[in-house]
Structures are given as structure tokens and as C-alpha cells.
């Protein structure tokens, strides 16, 4: 399938820093492209770069084949921070002002009920909660019937109900074949909404694929965790490492590790066994944890 977006060694640099190093990127349309890294990575200035709001120093973006146009921000949605709102509105009121601002517009009604905003439509902007504020942006983000929308770190700073609620939002927008790409720090938001994933350190993606492509490739074994005091005065000549709240030993045999345990006489009530996740992955790729 041809794609919907694609960027071609796009740079940016600044006077200090590059800030985008040479990123190639295609998006298939109705995907959701997970786009992860560690704190600076440039991820927010590809996504600016993407949306059309910053010029790359060199390089080229396309839509639908074409380069990027004056019609191109009718056909986007983004996600804009909090301080986009208009003071002083209301919810109501926020969502007829961008909608004004665009040809092409969504049925007002029909996004107020689909972002759950019912219940504060006359309430001023800066009296929502967290979730609610995210969920009016979100459905500003929607108001001209995008062909893809940005998120970018779009739960940062929810507690985990309301990012779970913003999760659901998300897969109805996918469901109805819109192209997403997301930006985030958290592995599960990451792993639950993203078709494909694009790892990003230094200006650059360096690992791509989905989820599972990109686990197989880089580990073939398990972890095995067990809490702090099961490992207390014992000895045992496995490689462990501490975590904060448990030992992880990497096992690429975990039959064989299993028994070593049992003779070394660990208690293994506690024991937990796990296969590699997208954070293992990220810590292997970018020496850093994931993080918000
Ligand atoms: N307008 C700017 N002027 C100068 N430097 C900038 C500008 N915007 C970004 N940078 C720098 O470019 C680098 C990449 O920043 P960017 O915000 O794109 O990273 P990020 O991956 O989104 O980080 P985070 O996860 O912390 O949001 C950083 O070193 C940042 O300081």
C-alpha cells in the first residue's frame, strides 16, 4: 500500500543541536505508528516537521506522494498543548472557534459524545481536569475530519484511569481508518495502540517494526523475577540484577535455570516468569528506561 506520509532524510538542526538527523519514515494509511525515545530524541520536533509547522533544514515530506501544501493542515489533525486553548471560552465555545477555522469540519455533536464531553460544555477550559482537558484537545484535534492525526505524549500526566479512557478514544479513531502517529513514553500505551513501532535516539529511528517483529529479532530469552529477600543470603552463580522491588535473572534456558534454583533451595513461590517487553528492548536500544 502506497503511503499516506512519508519523510525523506529530513534534518533539523538548530544552532546548538541537530535536532532530526537524517529520519526516513513512511506512514500506511489507517496504521498507528508508535514513535518512541528518550528524552530529546527529536521525536516532537519529526512530529512538528510532519505536521507541517516547522521547515526541516534539509530533506522532504510528502502527502499522498505530493510535497506539502497550503491544503495540507485541512487534512491533519493535531493535537495542540493546552496552552492552544482559547481563555476565557468555554468547552463549547473552543470547539465552534477551531471549527471555524477549518473548510472541511466534523459534526460538533457528534464529537462532544465521542470524547466524552458532555458534562462540561459550558465549563471555562482551564477548570478541566487532566483527562477532560486532553479529551476536549483530542476532539479538537478531530474538528475538520483529519486524514491523520499527531498525539503527541497525549497522557502525559494522567493518572492511569484517565489514560486508559484516553486509550479507548484512540482505538475508536483507528477503528474508523484514520492514520495515527503517537508519540509517548509509556511502553504499554505504545504496545496496545500502535500497529508498527519507531524507535528514535539522536535524530535518528533506529529500530522499526511491530511490536512483536522487533521482541523476536533482538531477544531470545525470558526473565525471571524473584522478590528481594527470597535472594538474601544465598549464593547462586547466575547473573542477577537488582531492581528496585525484584531480582531479574535473563535466562535463555529457563528449564535448566529453574533447576538451578531448586538446588540452590530458592523459595520459588513469588517466582515470576516473563518474556522481554518493549521496555527491555528500549533500555537494549537507548541505554535508557522509558519515562515520562
Ligand atoms: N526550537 C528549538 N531550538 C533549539 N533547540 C531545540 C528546539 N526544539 C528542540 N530543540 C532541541 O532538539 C533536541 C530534540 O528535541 P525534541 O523536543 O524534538 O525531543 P523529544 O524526543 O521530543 O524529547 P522529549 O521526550 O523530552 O519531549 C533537544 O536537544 C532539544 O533541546
Redesign the pocket.
Known sequence: MPAILSADRIVKR?P??T?VDGLSLDLEEGMCLGLL?P????????IEILEGLVEPTSGSVRFRGKPLDSHYRERVGIQFQATALQDFLTVRENLQFFSSLYKRRAAIDELIHGCHLEDYLDRDHRKLSGGQRQRLLLAIALINEPEIVFLD?PTTGLDPQARRNFWDLVVGIKQRGTTVLL?T?YMEEAYLLSDDIAI?DHGKIIARGTAKKLLDEHFSDSVLELPLDAIEGRNLELPLVRKQDCVEIVSSDVNRTLGQLLSAGFPLAQLKIRPRTLEDLFLRLTGAELRA
Open positions: 538548530y546548538r543541536v535536532a525515545g528524552n530529546g530524541a527529536g521525536k516532537s520536533t519529526t505524549e508519540t513514553h528514535m
